[in-house]
């Protein structure tokens, strides 16, 4: 749903009028991790995973991305938010949020012409917090709306004792000391007061406040709990693979594909179709194991006129033969298998962020980051998991492609 179709600011805000505007900056140079803000995580950019999480809060009317770069602004178009293009003059490493958060605010409201100064509560929503929820952003937008908060923004529950090095005070020697706490006493954790961790994840503010104060704490400022556990603002390379491997569990489980969201289905093939064993007899023929249930779930899909493709690196006549037997188009013996999808869609007119690409390995990942949902068979290696939006429960060669088709068609209309 684009933002001009979202119910009226009334509905949604309690103030009989104005916008409630999330605006998620995201430019292109980043040092720590190049090309951050669209790396994938699940399967999905970091700019698309902050564009849907605000579209999905309730409270928010109006979703905007600030870039200076087209491929951040296209990915961003695509999950459904409007693009402010990004002045040189903010873009740099000493850019703050705030005045990219000013210039979109400015500029969103002249792209559609409201009002200058009908946006009621502008929000900043970091891209770099990959597990941010459409709860939060409705809470921090509540706290200003119907709490009575000038500003808020998330923050965590925090139970750790800070230590810094140097010198406590003026005069005193050299010496790690406590921070938030003295480090001659080392009280029980119910026993401290309640310390609470700022999130980096989500803030809001009065909007015309903001606009006078230039900076997001003016004022009386709330405090919105989350959950800690999805904490994570990505920094460093580190930070990126450490919220890839979590993902799968913080991600919602709801996180499969529909008919809705698919208009091609392209498999790899050793590894997906099979178990990744080859049996070779004393003449050098080989042989491999597929499942039956796949060859089913293959069927489904192409009565429910859903174009299937096969697509492998090997040059092997069992490929081929498999292909025939399903009754599907093949391209094996591809060194560049993205470079191949991406000609087949072009060709087939289908775009690519509507096609489901199944796979266990690491030639995979070029696929996985054309498509729109890349999916990872159970068992597949590590780093092809963590980049996957979807992972069945089922290994390659036993059953995975039958689940598949089950997430599209429905379990009975793949039996």
Same mark, same amino acid.
Request: aromatic share 4%; proline share 6%.
């Given at each position: 749903?684009?933002?001009?179709?979202?119910?009226?600011?009334?509905?949604?805000?309690?103030?009989? !009028?104005?916008?409630?505007?999330?605006?998620?900056?995201?430019?292109?140079?980043?040092?720590?991790?190049?090309?951050?803000?669209?790396? &994938?995580?699940?399967?999905?950019?970091?700019?698309?995973?902050?564009?849907?999480?605000?579209?999905?809060?309730?409270?928010?009317?109006?979703?905007?991305?600030?870039?200076?770069?087209?491929?951040?602004?296209?990915?961003?178009?695509?999950?459904?938010?409007?693009?402010?293009?990004? &002045?040189?003059?903010?873009?740099?490493?000493?850019?703050?949020?705030?005045?990219?958060?000013?210039?979109?605010?400015?500029?969103?409201?002249?792209?559609?012409?409201?009002?200058?100064?009908?946006?009621?509560?502008?929000?900043?929503?970091?891209?770099?917090?990959? @597990?941010?929820?459409?709860?939060?952003?409705?809470?921090?937008?509540?706290?200003?709306?119907?709490?009575?908060?000038?500003?808020?923004?998330?923050?965590?529950?925090?139970?750790?004792?800070?230590?810094?090095?140097?010198?406590?005070?003026? !005069?005193?020697?050299?010496?790690?000391?406590?921070?938030?706490?003295?480090?001659?006493?080392?009280?029980?954790?119910?026993?401290?007061?309640?310390?609470?961790?700022?999130?980096?994840?989500?803030?809001?503010?009065?909007?015309?406040?903001?606009?006078?104060?230039?900076?997001?704490?003016?004022?009386?400022?709330?405090?919105?709990?989350?959950? &800690?556990?999805?904490?994570?603002?990505?920094?460093?390379?580190?930070?990126?693979?450490?919220?890839?491997?979590?993902?799968?569990?913080?991600?919602?489980?709801?996180?499969?594909?529909?008919?809705?969201?698919?208009?091609?289905?392209?498999?790899? @093939?050793?590894?997906?179709?099979?178990?990744?064993?080859?049996?070779?007899?004393?003449?050098?023929?080989?042989?491999?194991?597929?499942?039956? !249930?796949?060859?089913?779930?293959?069927?489904?899909?192409?009565?429910?006129?859903?174009?299937?493709?096969?697509?492998?690196?090997?040059?092997?006549?069992?490929?081929?033969?498999?292909?025939?037997?399903?009754?599907?188009?093949?391209?094996?013996?591809?060194?560049?298998?993205?470079?191949?999808?991406?000609?087949?869609?072009?060709?087939?007119?289908?775009?690519?962020?509507?096609?489901?690409?199944?796979?266990?390995?690491?030639?995979?990942? &070029?696929? @996985?980051?054309?498509?729109?949902?890349?999916?990872?068979?159970?068992?597949?290696?590590?780093?092809?998991?963590?980049?996957?939006?979807?992972?069945?429960?089922?290994?390659?060669?036993?059953?995975?492609?039958?689940?598949?088709?089950?997430?599209?068609?429905?379990?009975?209309?793949?039996?």
């Amino acid at each position: 749903m684009s933002s001009s179709e979202r119910p009226p600011a009334q509905a949604q805000d309690g103030h009989g !009028g104005g916008s409630v505007l999330a605006v998620i900056p995201a430019r292109g140079g980043s040092k720590g991790v190049p090309g951050k803000n669209l790396a &994938p995580v699940g399967g999905v950019p970091l700019v698309a995973r902050a564009v849907e999480a605000c579209r999905r809060a309730r409270r928010v009317t109006g979703v905007v991305v600030s870039t200076d770069d087209p491929s951040i602004a296209q990915a961003a178009r695509t999950a459904g938010a409007d693009v402010v293009l990004r &002045p040189a003059a903010i873009a740099g490493d000493t850019a703050t949020s705030e005045a990219a958060v000013l210039h979109a605010m400015d500029a969103y409201e002249a792209m559609t012409g409201a009002e200058p100064g009908s946006t009621v509560v502008v929000l900043l929503v970091q891209c770099t917090s990959p @597990f941010v929820t459409a709860e939060e952003i409705d809470g921090v937008v509540a706290a200003v709306t119907e709490g009575g908060a000038d500003t808020a923004h998330t923050v965590a529950p925090f139970h750790g004792f800070i230590w810094r090095e140097g010198a406590a005070e003026p !005069g005193a020697g050299a010496c790690a000391y406590g921070v938030n706490h003295d480090k001659a006493t080392r009280p029980r954790r119910q026993d401290r007061p309640q310390d609470l961790l700022e999130t980096g994840t989500a803030y809001a503010m009065r909007a015309a406040g903001f606009r006078a104060a230039g900076h997001r704490f003016f004022g009386r400022t709330a405090l919105v709990r989350t959950d &800690p556990a999805k904490v994570l603002e990505i920094d460093e390379p580190a930070d990126l693979a450490r919220a890839r491997a979590l993902a799968p569990l913080l991600d919602p489980t709801a996180a499969t594909p529909t008919r809705d969201d698919v208009d091609a289905v392209v498999l790899d @093939f050793d590894g997906t179709q099979t178990d990744d064993r080859v049996l070779i007899d004393a003449d050098g023929r080989e042989a491999v194991t597929v499942h039956r !249930g796949d060859g089913l779930g293959i069927a489904a899909l192409r009565r429910a006129g859903l174009p299937v493709l096969i697509l492998s690196t090997e040059t092997n006549p069992v490929v081929a033969a498999r292909a025939r037997k399903l009754d599907v188009p093949v391209l094996h013996g591809i060194d560049r298998k993205d470079l191949a999808l991406k000609q087949w869609c072009e060709e087939n007119g289908i775009a690519p962020e509507r096609v489901l690409y199944a796979g266990n390995d690491v030639n995979d990942l &070029p696929c @996985f980051g054309l498509v729109g949902w890349p999916v990872a068979v159970a068992g597949a290696h590590d780093v092809v998991r963590a980049a996957a939006r979807a992972i069945t429960t089922a290994e390659g060669g036993r059953g995975a492609i039958r689940e598949i088709a089950a997430w599209l068609l429905g379990p009975a209309l793949a039996r």
